[in-house]
């Protein structure tokens, strides 16, 4: 299974700060939820408090909280990596995006194959952050909206990352 991250991310990193985004680009939301939207998706336990679950997806929920449980069908909580992935393959998407917060990218970073980063006017200095992309990747793509900037990263690094 494929595994992409989704992130916007302001020009020092942040990605949030006090449990939320202290801004707002409906053209970057309407194109990530397009982009995660059908199949499933993992958020971290923080982030997923101040969101709806995404429509038409499986959301898996990362915590180390053995006891949550949910009772809708579309959400999920998951205590690992490898949990998160297997229940991603079990609803049968043919990807998962990973869709934060700081934690979480960080946790999946390694494992992942695609990075869609909206690069985004803003200096924030955030208390969660996408980590550093380092020399094993690579632009694939690149596309100017009329406030920010969607680049796409394939991750070349060779197979080890994958074993989860
Ligand atoms: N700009 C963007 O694109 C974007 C996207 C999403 C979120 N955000 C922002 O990111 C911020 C939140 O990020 P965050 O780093 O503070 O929190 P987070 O990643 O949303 O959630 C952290 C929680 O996930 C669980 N977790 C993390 N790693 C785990 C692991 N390896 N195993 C099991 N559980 C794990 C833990 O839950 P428990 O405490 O329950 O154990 C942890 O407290 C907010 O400001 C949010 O708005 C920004």
Do not use: C, K
């Not at 985004?21 to 939301?29: A, T």
């Not at 101040?50 to 009772?71: H, Q």
């Not at 680049?151 to 070349?156: A, K, L, Q, W």
């Amino acid at each position: 299974m494929e595994i992409q991250a989704v992130v916007a991310v302001s020009r020092t990193g942040g990605v949030g700060v006090d449990s939320g985004v202290p801004w707002s680009y409906p053209e970057d939301f309407d194109q990530y939820r397009d982009r995660v939207r059908g199949d499933p998706v993992v958020v971290g336990r923080q982030t997923f408090e101040e969101m709806e679950p995404i429509p038409e997806s499986t959301n898996l929920v990362l915590t180390r909280d053995e006891d949550r449980t949910s009772e809708r069908d579309d959400v999920a909580f998951v205590t690992s990596r490898a949990a998160a992935v297997a229940a991603a393959e079990a609803a049968g998407g043919s990807v998962l995006s990973v869709i934060g917060g700081g934690a979480v990218y960080r946790t999946f970073l390694p494992f992942t194959d695609r990075a869609f980063v909206s690069e985004l006017p803003e200096q924030l200095e955030g208390d969660a952050v996408f980590p550093y992309l380092g020399a094993g990747w690579e632009v694939v793509n690149e596309r100017e909206y009329d406030r920010f900037r969607l680049v796409e990263y394939e991750n070349t690094t060779p197979a080890p990352r994958r074993e989860l």
